[in-house]
Structure formats: structure tokens, C-alpha cells
């Protein structure tokens, strides 16, 4: 339905496929050019690392890469702001 329509279908599978021994029934991995599926390594034993993994259509892929560096580079934190003691 969200592709007939064009609109992305974004899949957050922080606890699916492929990730082993998660979710315990049988299940294929879903992905068209439609989707953005969102993953995380925290669920591989590693949760304090806070790193994703996003399979999308290059077009997207690219759009998050370069939102990703404005919003790393350019913090708009009022904390940042606050002087140190």
C-alpha cells in the first residue's frame, strides 16, 4: 500500500532479521526500493555503541548522509551554549 501510494515504508528492525536467535519464528526479510529498513548494532551485544545501519535506496541513503553531517556538525544543544566550570 505504501509503495502504490509512493510513500517510503520505513522498517525499524532493531530486533529482527538478521540478527540470530531474537525472534523466534520463521520469518523472510522484507526490503524494496520502497523501503527504509533500519537496523541497530546495539542488539548484537554492543549497546552502548549507538550505531545504526540504514538499507535504502541511494537516493535516501544520501539524503541521511548529508543530514547526518549538518546535524553532527551543527548541534543546535542549548547545553552547548552553557559555560564550563
Do not use: H
Not at 5 to 20: E, H, K, Q, R, S
Not at 21 to 39: G, K, Q, S
Not at 52 to 72: D, H, L, R, W
Request: with cysteine; glycine share 8%; hydrophobic share 45%.
Amino acid at each position: 500500500m505504501a509503495r502504490a501510494n509512493n510513500i517510503p515504508l520505513i522498517i525499524d528492525n532493531a530486533y529482527g532479521l538478521p540478527f540470530p536467535n531474537i525472534i523466534f519464528e520463521d520469518v523472510e526479510p522484507f526490503w524494496n526500493e520502497n523501503t527504509i529498513l533500519c537496523m541497530s548494532l546495539s542488539k548484537l551485544g554492543l549497546p552502548g555503541l549507538r550505531c545504526g545501519i540504514v538499507i535504502a535506496s541511494e537516493e535516501v541513503t544520501q539524503a541521511m548522509t548529508n543530514m547526518n553531517g549538518i546535524i553532527s556538525l551543527a548541534p543546535g544543544s542549548f547545553g552547548l551554549r552553557l559555560p564550563t566550570i
